[in-house]
């Protein structure tokens, strides 16, 4: 466990202090350096090690070094090429952040609309390296899965490796799984006046498309989707969603397949819809991961966890005239 009153940063040129947890007792210090410092290249985590600029317990160590129960291990700052500085991220987004479900293996958050899970090439920092700033000592904190940058709600991640390797392996087999549920809302154009309609639609990567995009083909991977309209309300509909396969991208290209898309969607959504959201403040897909139903990979209990419709959506929703 990390003791928070011993925490130092981690800042712009001060030190982070971390105790030993254990779950790392017995780890070579090099190896929980590599799993600490994602990114860093291990040439500079042995650089930092030989230099005396990391300590532990005060000492100079070498980097097969096992850890002990409390023990206390000082990292510099650290800048590099391929890394950014915690002092990089805007850090006040992890307020923003909420937590919906924790325990020692599974954390779920609440993604907000506009934030990527994980930072790349012309995006600042994600979720995930928002997290791991927040809480810089997990040895280990990884995806499960991903969201789409302006998709909201439940996002899951592993705080251990076998937690991780049980979640993807329940991902993959969700379509026959009894106990890996995920429900979705959107907010499409047009009034969608069918009870329940199933949309079972091969779906794959349009080629020589410099956009990632995604179309119906009969040569795609397998996609199914459950739609359950809801409410109606001047020309949207409020939509339930089950997502039966995990395509990319698949709820809004099956949903845009049978003429109706999801409400802002810029990629397959309608034009003149999208502008006209645009001018009331709403930039944005409709689309929101509101339930993840699954069993705790290490009890076997049944969790169900929620998030909550974000404000855009009653926004829309509460409309009382047309646009």
Same mark, same amino acid.
Request: hydrophobic content about 35%.
């Given at each position: 466990?990390?003791?928070? $009153?011993?925490?130092?940063?981690?800042? @712009?040129?001060? +030190?982070?202090?971390?105790?030993? =947890?254990? &779950?790392?007792?017995?780890?070579?210090?090099?190896?929980?350096?590599?799993?600490?410092?994602?990114?860093? /290249?291990?040439?500079?985590?042995?650089?930092?090690?030989? =230099?005396?600029?990391?300590?532990?317990?005060?000492?100079?160590?070498?980097? *097969?070094?096992?850890?002990?129960?409390? $023990?206390?291990?000082?990292?510099? /700052? %650290?800048?590099?090429?391929?890394?950014? #500085?915690?002092?990089?991220?805007?850090?006040?987004?992890?307020?923003?952040?909420?937590?919906?479900?924790?325990?020692?293996?599974?954390?779920?958050?609440?993604?907000?609309?506009?934030?990527?899970?994980?930072?790349?090439?012309?995006?600042?920092?994600?979720? %995930?390296?928002?997290?791991?700033?927040? &809480?810089?000592?997990? #040895?280990?904190?990884?995806?499960?899965? &991903?969201? $789409?940058? $302006?998709?909201?709600?439940?996002?899951?991640?592993?705080?251990?490796?076998?937690?991780?390797?049980?979640?993807?392996?329940?991902? !993959? !087999?969700?379509?026959?799984?009894?106990?890996?549920?995920?429900?979705?809302?959107?907010?499409?154009?047009?009034?969608?006046?069918? *009870?329940?309609?199933?949309?079972?639609?091969?779906?794959?990567?349009?080629?020589?498309?410099?956009? #990632?995009?995604? %179309?119906?083909? /009969?040569?795609?991977? +397998?996609? !199914?989707?459950?739609?359950?309209?809801?409410?109606?309300?001047?020309?949207?509909?409020?939509?339930?969603?089950?997502?039966?396969?995990?395509?990319?991208?698949?709820? !809004?290209?099956?949903?845009?397949?049978?003429?109706?898309?999801?409400? @802002?969607?810029?990629?397959?959504?309608?034009?003149?819809?999208?502008?006209?959201? @645009?001018?009331?403040?709403?930039? &944005?897909?409709?689309?929101?991961?509101?339930?993840?139903?699954?069993?705790?990979?290490?009890?076997?209990?049944?969790?169900? %966890?929620?998030?909550?419709?974000?404000?855009?959506?009653?926004?829309?929703?509460?409309?009382?005239?047309?646009?």
């Amino acid at each position: 466990m990390v003791n928070s $009153d011993e925490i130092i940063g981690p800042q @712009a040129g001060r +030190p982070t202090l971390l105790e030993v =947890d254990e &779950r790392s007792v017995t780890r070579r210090l090099d190896n929980y350096l590599r799993r600490i410092l994602k990114g860093v /290249p291990k040439s500079h985590i042995y650089r930092i090690i030989r =230099d005396g600029q990391v300590r532990v317990n005060g000492g100079r160590v070498k980097p *097969d070094y096992r850890l002990q129960p409390d $023990d206390k291990v000082r990292i510099p /700052p %650290i800048r590099t090429a391929n890394r950014k #500085s915690v002092a990089d991220l805007d850090l006040s987004k992890v307020e923003m952040i909420q937590t919906l479900y924790e325990d020692q293996s599974i954390l779920v958050v609440n993604k907000p609309p506009g934030i990527a899970v994980h930072g790349g090439t012309g995006l600042a920092g994600g979720i %995930i390296e928002l997290l791991r700033a927040k &809480r810089y000592a997990d #040895s280990f904190l990884e995806l499960a899965h &991903r969201l $789409d940058k $302006d998709t909201s709600g439940c996002l899951i991640l592993s705080k251990t490796p076998d937690c991780l390797r049980s979640l993807h392996a329940s991902l !993959r !087999r969700q379509e026959e799984s009894a106990y890996f549920h995920k429900t979705y809302h959107i907010i499409v154009v047009g009034e969608w006046q069918a *009870d329940v309609q199933e949309v079972n639609a091969p779906i794959k990567k349009a080629r020589g498309n410099l956009v #990632s995009r995604v %179309i119906v083909s /009969p040569s795609g991977s +397998p996609a !199914r989707t459950i739609f359950q309209p809801l409410r109606r309300l001047n020309g949207f509909t409020l939509v339930e969603v089950k997502l039966m396969t995990g395509r990319m991208h698949q709820i !809004r290209v099956h949903a845009a397949s049978v003429g109706f898309p999801v409400a @802002a969607d810029r990629k397959y959504g309608n034009v003149s819809s999208n502008q006209q959201l @645009a001018r009331i403040g709403i930039k &944005r897909q409709l689309l929101h991961a509101t339930k993840i139903e699954l069993q705790h990979p290490d009890t076997g209990a049944l969790l169900k %966890i929620e998030a909550p419709l974000p404000d855009d959506f009653e926004q829309l929703m509460s409309t009382r005239s047309n646009l």
